[in-house]
């Protein structure tokens, strides 16, 4: 039998008829487990403020770690791509002990399943809570594929506005850490990748025609830089631009139309496939108004 005294102190309970008090019985309860596990994370709980917080659900979500830095001796601040959420960051309490319950979770690029609680009052959620859904662990331990994610994850960190579902840019980091991981290289991914990006931040020139004067370039190389946006031909090209030639052009071609486990890569693609991602990654600073850090990373591996 449930006893409604038992939380007259704590809810709503007190005064309330014994019809009423039945039947929310299941309410009060789930309450009451939920002050225990409170008190017991925190030693103490008192006020009105408290409470409303307590009272505020779980949420849940698929998602994908982007970053985590240290925070204190003990937690971890932690950045992720919610697939119902959008960007979050959020508190991991305890994550950076030697036996904490994140485990594996926590690091880049992993896929998981992640539960946390919203503040009212705060920027930071807390996480409770992650599992993980996919491990990538070839790709996290290998320094030069490692250095591809970061890529991924310092790109998306940066492109990604706070709490905006995005479905394609979700299912487009999957894709490309799941083919470093598959395929045991991060140079046509990581191409893929930026490719996309731009596409999807709508930021993509004409690959067909110079963006001066018209001309189609035909067989002949198009030229580009970080201050101009569009592709120009050799007479309009300025000093310093640099080439993306027919076969780079084919195979952003190839990109839109073809998946990338779906693409084979042959040595004969790593021209135009380096070409390809430099100017993606170029006209990605060029949105950011910033180089980005990891990019001079990837010259060394
Ligand atoms: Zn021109």
Redesign the pocket.
């Known amino acids: 039998m449930f006893n409604c005294a038992m939380v007259s102190g704590i809810v709503f309970a007190r005064n309330s008829p014994r019809e009423y008090c039945t039947k929310s019985a299941r309410v009060v309860i789930t309450i009451v487990l939920r002050a225990r596990v409170f008190r017991a994370e925190n030693g103490s709980w008192s006020g009105a403020a408290s409470a409303r917080r307590l009272l505020m659900p779980a949420r849940e979500t698929e998602a994908i770690i982007l970053k985590t830095f240290p925070l204190g001796e003990a937690d971890r601040l932690v950045s992720f791509l919610g697939r119902s959420s959008g960007r979050v960051r959020g508190v991991a309490a305890g994550a950076r002990l030697l036996k904490n319950r994140y485990g594996s979770t926590l690091e880049v690029l992993s896929h998981v399943r992640i539960w946390y609680v919203e503040k009212e009052t705060r920027e930071l959620v807390r996480i409770q809570q992650a599992e993980l859904l996919e491990s990538f662990h070839k790709a996290q331990s290998d320094y030069g594929l490692s250095t591809g994610l970061a890529v991924i994850s310092e790109i998306s960190e940066r492109i990604l506005p706070e709490n905006e579902v995005s479905e394609p840019m979700f299912r487009l980091i999957l894709l490309t850490t799941r083919e470093v991981e598959r395929t045991g290289d991060w140079k046509l991914p990581l191409s893929y990748f930026a490719f996309w990006t731009v596409r999807l931040g709508g930021w993509l020139p004409r690959f067909d025609?110079?963006?001066?004067?018209?001309?189609p370039f035909g067989p002949k190389p198009a030229f580009y830089n970080a201050h101009q946006a569009g592709l120009?031909?050799?007479?309009?090209?300025r000093s310093g631009m640099k080439p993306l030639h027919l076969e780079a052009r084919n195979l952003a071609e190839r990109f839109a139309n073809e998946r990338l486990d779906r693409i084979e890569f042959e040595m004969s693609m790593q021209p135009g496939s380096r070409e390809l991602r430099e100017a993606g990654l170029t006209w990605i600073e060029r949105h950011l108004e910033r180089r980005l850090m990891t990019r001079e990373l990837l010259e060394t591996t």
Request: positive net charge; glycine residues 8%.
């Open positions: 025609r110079c963006a001066a004067c018209g001309m120009f031909c050799e007479k309009c090209r």
